[in-house]
Each structure stands twice: as C-alpha cells, then as structure tokens.
C-alpha cells in the first residue's frame, strides 16, 4: 500500500473508529504498523520493546481519538506519541534496579545457562544484532532506513509517512550509506524487513480494544455513565475528580449547616432570603462540579481544567465572602444586641461554615486535593 493510499484509508476510517469502530480501527493499525514499530525501534534498537511500545502506542491513541480534530494528523500524532512512550521506555531501564522477576531470571540463567530455552537464545542474538546494527547508523536516519526498506524502498513512500520532504529523506539515507559498509547495510536491509511486524501484530491490537470505546466516543452520555464506572475512576485521582471531591464536599456541609443561617432570619421575608442564597449557592457549586468534570473528560487538558477549577473558587469565594457578608451582618448585629452570650457560639458556627474561616478550609481542601493528585501522578506515572 503506498503513502496516498494509506492517507486516504486512514481519512475513511477515522470517523467510525472514532465512534468505537474497532475493526476500522484496526484497518488504520494494518495501514500504519510498519511505521511505528520503525520509530519505536529506532529509539529502543530493540525489537520486542520496540512491539510493545507500538502496541501501547496504538492504544493510546485508540482512547483518546476524541481529542483529535483534524484527521490529517493523525499521523504525526501517533509517531510523537510513540516517540515520547519508547524514550520514556529507556528512562526507566536507566533507572530501574535490577530486582524482582528480571533479577529471578538474570539469577536462573547465571545458575544454570543450559536451562535457558533455544528460542530465548536466538531472541537474545537477534536483539543484540538489532542493537550493533542500528547503533552504527546517524540517529537521525534510523527510522527513515528502516521504513526505507520496510516500505519497498521508496524516498517518497517514506518522506509522505513521516512527514518529511523527499528531498530530506534522501539527504539521511545518503547520510546512512555514507557511514556504514555496505555488507552491513544489507545486512541492515533484512533485518528490517525481517523485523517488520505481521498481520497477528494488527490482530492482537484490534482484539485488546474490542471490548473498549475511545474516550467520549458516544457524546456525553457515555461519558455520564462512565462516572460510575471505569472512566471515573481515570480522572477521580487526578484534577479534576481532586476538584469535584473537594467542591462536592463543601456542598454537602453548605447542605447540613444551612440551618445555621436559617437560625438568624426574624420573618419570613428575610428567611425567605436566606433561602435563595443558599439554594443559589449550592447549585452553583453542584454546576460548578459538573463544568470541571466536563471540561476534563471533553479536553483533557489539565491547563484548561486547573484554569475551570480556579474560576470555580472565585465563584463560590466570592458568594460567602462578598454577598453572604452583606446579606447576613444587619441580623447578625441585631442578634448580638438581643443576646451578648449567645450571639458568640452561633457567630464562631456561622464563621466555620458560611463564613471567612469555612471559606478558607473549602479552598484548603479543593487546592489540597489537588496538590496531593499532582505528586501522586508525579510519583506513579
């Protein structure tokens, strides 16, 4: 299949993958495998990670097509996503110690290296092959000369899948030949296409995400029901479900202490009043809630769902701080006038609920949340 054909199936497609088409989707894995497993391997020079990352990378995308608006990037999008998982894949095996079931193994085949099966032998050859070979090539040629001969040896076929001129693609693979013999580089040239992912690559994709929808793919109902489910608890750990925690909490305690400001009003009219403040209030807490959890399910961008939250608390802020005060100090005044002694404990109740100090452990929570989130994804993921 060459460029324009893969650009076209990959226009086709896209909308019915879109809504949860996984046989469509996986047209687009069959188009679109030899390329990403190149970049993958480029980066990783090693063949089994290199598979896994695409995988990964597949599947990414698979759950967060939604986000994406113009179909002629999808391309691009893939291979930076698969860029930025296989480099992420070598900053761990810089930094993860040798434990677990990797020190198990390493530990059995030191013991005993006749125990170690024929096929992990030829695997580890090839993997080490794979590794020499690319490695002796110029960084920036490795994916082109690996499409290159994965892709029938076509500079254009190459240039159009990963988004270079021709002109480019031909300057690194004269770059390549330049640096390398040529008995390696035809050893390089079967490698490659010996290393190209099968048809089973493309199947296991599209039976891992048969039982799976991409992210919002239904609209917002799907996106409602998932709030009970697997979609909830994606985001209830990150910002916006830390946000929606802490602003449905403030709504249930504004619910169970409305009766202490309800306890200040003298005649209907002013209980009346009260009333409508606090039915607003609430309501406008519960909206605000829905808005962040929409904007992170709909974008998930967490610039846009930080800036949504942070509107959020100015709008309830500025209800207790601001209109409450001035609704509320003609009856609080008078209540100190009629009863001194008591008008203290039902001031410090008004103060830890409606007022400055609840506003503050309301904004201690949302924030707190938030930061808490933050350095738990910063520490797992």
């Known amino acids: 299949m060459n460029a324009e054909d893969i650009d076209l199936?990959?226009?086709?497609?896209?909308?019915?993958?879109?809504?949860?088409?996984?046989?469509?989707?996986?047209?687009?894995?069959?188009?679109?495998?030899?390329?990403?497993?190149?970049?993958?391997?480029?980066?990783?020079?090693?063949?089994?990670?290199?598979?896994?990352?695409?995988?990964?990378?597949?599947m990414s995308a698979w759950h967060n097509l939604p986000r994406l608006k113009n179909t002629?990037?999808?391309l691009p999008w893939l291979r930076q996503i698969?860029?930025?998982?296989?480099?992420?894949?070598?900053?761990?095996?810089?930094?993860?110690?040798?434990?677990?079931?990797?020190?198990?193994?390493?530990?059995?085949?030191?013991?005993?290296?006749?125990?170690?099966?024929?096929?992990?032998?030829?695997?580890?050859?090839?993997?080490?092959?794979?590794?020499?070979l690319i490695s002796e090539l110029p960084e920036d040629s490795r994916e082109v000369l690996l499409l290159f001969y994965r892709e029938g040896q076509s500079s254009k076929q190459v240039a159009r899948l990963l988004g270079m001129s021709d002109a480019a693609v031909r300057k690194r693979l004269s770059r390549a030949r330049q640096s390398v013999h040529d008995d390696m580089l035809a050893r390089f040239s079967e490698f490659a296409r010996s290393s190209a992912p099968t048809a089973a690559f493309a199947v296991g994709i599209t039976a891992s995400i048969g039982f799976t929808k991409p992210a919002a793919a239904a609209g917002l109902g799907v996106a409602t029901k998932s709030l009970a489910g697997g979609l909830f608890a994606r985001f209830a750990m990150g910002f916006a479900g830390a946000a929606a925690g802490g602003l449905l909490g403030g709504l249930v305690a504004a619910w169970f202490s409305r009766g202490i400001v309800l306890a200040y009003a003298d005649n209907a009219d002013e209980l009346s009043t009260i009333q409508r403040f606090s039915w607003r209030y609430m309501l406008a807490t519960l909206a605000s809630t829905l808005v962040?959890?929409?904007?992170?399910?709909?974008?998930?961008?967490?610039?846009?769902?930080?800036?949504?939250?942070?509107?959020?608390?100015?709008?309830?802020?500025?209800?207790?701080?601001?209109?409450?005060?001035?609704?509320?100090?003609?009856?609080?005044?008078?209540?100190?006038?009629?009863?001194?002694?008591?008008?203290?404990?039902?001031?410090?109740?008004?103060?830890?609920?409606?007022?400055r100090t609840g506003m503050m452990l309301s904004n201690i929570i949302v924030i707190g949340s938030i930061v808490i989130a933050h350095m738990h994804f910063s520490t797992t993921g």
């Not at 996984?22 to 391997?41: E, F, K, M, P, W």
């Not at 930025?84 to 530990?107: F, K, Q, S, Y």
């Not at 967490?302 to 500025?318: G, K, Q």
């Open 292 to 355: 962040v959890i929409a904007i992170h399910l709909l974008f998930h961008e967490p610039r846009l769902t930080l800036a949504t939250i942070f509107v959020a608390l100015l709008a309830m802020n500025w209800q207790l701080l601001v209109l409450l005060p001035k609704l509320m100090a003609p009856m609080i005044e008078r209540d100190a006038r009629r009863d001194p002694a008591g008008a203290r404990s039902r001031l410090l109740a008004y103060r830890l609920t409606w007022g």
């Open 82 to 132: 698969t860029r930025n998982l296989a480099h992420d894949h070598l900053r761990g095996l810089r930094n993860r110690p040798l434990d677990g079931e990797a020190a198990e193994l390493a530990i059995q085949h030191a013991a005993d290296p006749s125990a170690c099966p024929m096929q992990s032998t030829l695997d580890a050859e090839r993997d080490a092959i794979a590794a020499d």
């Open 9 to 58: 199936l990959i226009r086709r497609e896209l909308p019915a993958a879109t809504r949860g088409d996984a046989d469509a989707y996986g047209r687009i894995v069959v188009a679109s495998q030899n390329t990403v497993t190149a970049v993958a391997l480029a980066i990783t020079r090693d063949v089994s990670s290199s598979e896994d990352i695409a995988q990964e990378a597949f």
């Open 72 to 74: 002629a990037s999808f």
